[in-house]
C-alpha cells in the first residue's frame, strides 16, 4: 500500500530562513505528486506538483521541490521565508495509474517568526 | 467560482446522535472526494464519488459512515450514530478529470470541524 511520510511535524524559522520540509513515500510505480498548503482559516489548496518532465519543480510563492526518484522523495524548498508562509504543509503522492486516489502525509506546521 | 462549499462549517453534537455534512463541488466537476483529518491519522480518503457513483469506499471506517452523492452538485456524509472518536475536520474536494489531466489536481472546501461529545 502507499504511503506518505513527512518527517517534520512542527517546524519553527525566522523570517529570511531557509526552508526545506522532508517527504518520503513508498510505491514503486509511476507517481505523481504534490505539496498543498493550508494557511490558517482557509482550505488546503495546491502549492506544487510533479507528474512527467524536469524533477525540480517550481510553484507558487517562490517554493520549489526536487523529486529524487532513487530516494522516493519529495523534499520542499524555498530560500528565505516569510512571515506569511506560516501554514501547514501536506505531502501527497498519487500512483499515476490509479486515477485520482492520492494519499496524503500527516502534515508539517510551519511557524514563521517576525 | 465560489470554489468547493461545506456546511456546516462547525458541528458540535453529543455522542449518538446523527451527524450529516454536506458539500457542493465546484460546478462540472465530476471527482468528488470526502477527508478525514485528525492529529494522530492526518488527512485520510474516506470515499471518492465519480459521475455521483462511488468508486472507491475503502477508506470508510465503518457502518457509522455513508456518503451519498444524489446529484452531480450535492453530496453528504453522514454519521450514525457519532462517537467521540468521530471527531475530526472533514473536508470535501473536487476536480475535473479533463483539465486535471495525468496530474489529478483537487481543489478542496473549507472543511467542517466535528465534535462530538
Known amino acids: ?50 507528474f512527467s518532465g524536469d524533477p525540480l519543480v517550481k510553484g507558487i510563492k517562490g517554493f520549489e521541490a526536487e523529486f529524487i526518484k532513487s530516494k522516493f522523495s519529495f523534499n520542499l524548498r524555498k530560500p ?11 505531502c501527497a503522492v498519487n500512483a499515476g495509474t490509479g486515477g485520482f486516489k492520492t494519499i496524503f502525509g500527516a502534515g508539517t506546521r510551519l511557524f514563521v517568526k517576525a | 467560482d465560489a470554489g468547493v462549499i461545506q456546511s456546516p462549517r462547525h458541528e458540535v453534537t453529543e455522542m449518538g446522535q446523527e451527524v450529516t455534512l454536506r458539500c457542493k463541488p465546484i460546478s462540472g466537476h465530476d471527482y468528488l472526494f470526502w477527508y478525514r483529518q485528525t492529529m494522530m491519522r492526518g488527512l485520510e480518503l474516506l470515499i471518492y464519488f465519480n459521475n455521483n457513483v462511488p468508486i472507491d469506499d475503502s477508506g470508510m471506517p465503518e ?6 452523492m444524489p446529484n452531480a452538485s450535492f453530496s453528504t456524509l453522514k454519521i450514525q450514530p457519532s462517537e467521540p472518536r468521530d471527531s475530526a475536520v472533514y473536508f470535501c474536494a473536487s476536480s475535473l ?21
Not at chain 1, 10 to 36: D, K, Q, R
Not at chain 1, 80 to 90: G, K, L, M, N
Not at chain 2, 63 to 68: E, M, Y
Open chain 2, 63 to 68: 457502518d457509522r459512515f455513508s456518503a451519498k
Open chain 1, 1 to 50: 500500500a502507499q504511503s506518505v511520510s513527512q518527517h517534520n511535524h512542527h517546524v519553527i524559522l525566522s523570517e529570511a530562513a531557509s526552508l526545506e520540509l522532508g517527504c518520503n513515500y513508498s510505491y514503486g510505480g509511476t507517481v505523481n505528486l504534490f505539496w498543498y498548503v493550508q494557511y490558517p482559516g482557509q482550505h488546503l489548496q495546491l502549492l506544487l506538483k510533479y
Open chain 2, 97 to 117: 478529470a479533463r483539465l486535471a489531466g495525468l496530474s489529478y489536481e483537487q481543489y478542496f472546501g473549507p472543511g467542517t470541524r466535528l465534535t462530538v461529545t
Open chain 1, 80 to 90: 528565505s521565508v516569510q512571515w506569511s508562509d506560516t501554514a501547514e504543509y501536506f
